[in-house]
T-cell receptor
Framework: QKEVEQDPGPLSVPEGAIVSLNCTYS??????FMWYRQYSRKGPELLMYTYSSGNKEDGRFTAQVDKSSKYISLFIRDSQPSDSATYLC??????????FGTGTQLKVEL | KAGVTQTPRYLIKTRGQQVTLSCSPI?????VSWYQQTPGQGLQFLFE???????NKGNFPGRFSGRQFSNSRSEMNVSTLELGDSALYLC?????????????FGPGTRLTVL
């Protein structure tokens, strides 16, 4: 069983839709949670970083962490075609070793 | 402020050869981590260097090695290349302080092994 599970998609939504991306993790030692966005042929770009249960909002993006269920989510409101990318969740237990999900490929269509 | 830079961006090698990849972190960042990204396995942690010392290591064979210089630039070496080493190799830098260990990724080096 992988330490971080993520639905690979692909996920296709119309412009303006609310997108929900999810990951589960197995090790309760993970205390830091991140979402990265990766465009084709580019390196991952950090979107959200949190270390506590609850919600964290940044513009159209909301990260949600439920440590009791070992479940993390990213919500994108008013999705745009420019949001089309692969979204990667990542977890860490301290130190700089990130464990990534496999990534969800998102396409936002006009 | 310049981001993380990686050279070269693309490489083609044949089986059995060795390769060296380079990473220059964001100015002021002292930690450099390396990751391998493949379609099948996703992003996997290789190792981290901080203050010229390897601080953490992933589950990769000894053919994968690295080092860090006093200016925080890092190199990664893969010896005796195998077809399965074809991947995007990413490095990430961070301040690695108590208040900030956010990792910022470079664009990667795409290695193709023939």
């Amino acid at each position: 069983q992988k330490e971080v599970e993520q639905d690979p998609g692909p996920l296709s939504v119309p412009e303006g839709a609310i997108v929900s991306l999810n990951c589960t993790y197995s090790n309760s030692a993970f205390q830091y949670f991140m979402w990265y966005r990766q465009y084709s042929r580019k390196g991952p770009e950090l979107l959200m970083y949190t270390y506590s249960s609850g919600n964290k909002e940044d513009g159209r993006f909301t990260a949600q962490v439920d440590k009791s269920s070992k479940y993390i989510s990213l919500f994108i409101r008013d999705s745009q075609p420019s949001d089309s990318a692969t979204y990667l969740c990542a977890v860490a237990g301290g130190g700089n070793k990130l464990t990534f999900g496999t990534g969800t490929q998102l396409k936002v269509e006009l | 402020k310049a981001g993380v830079t990686q050279t070269p961006r693309y490489l083609i090698k044949t089986r059995g050869q060795q390769v060296t990849l380079s990473c220059s972190p964001i100015s002021g960042h002292r930690s450099v981590s390396w990751y391998q990204q493949t379609p099948g396995q996703g992003l996997q942690f290789l190792f981290e260097y901080f203050s010229e010392t390897q601080r953490n290591k992933g589950n990769f064979p000894g053919r994968f090695s690295g080092r860090q210089f006093s200016n925080s630039r890092s190199e990664m070496n893969v010896s005796t290349l195998e077809l399965g080493d074809s991947a995007l190799y990413l490095c990430a830098s961070s301040l690695r302080t108590a208040g900030d260990d956010t990792q910022y990724f470079g664009p990667g080096t795409r290695l193709t092994v023939l």
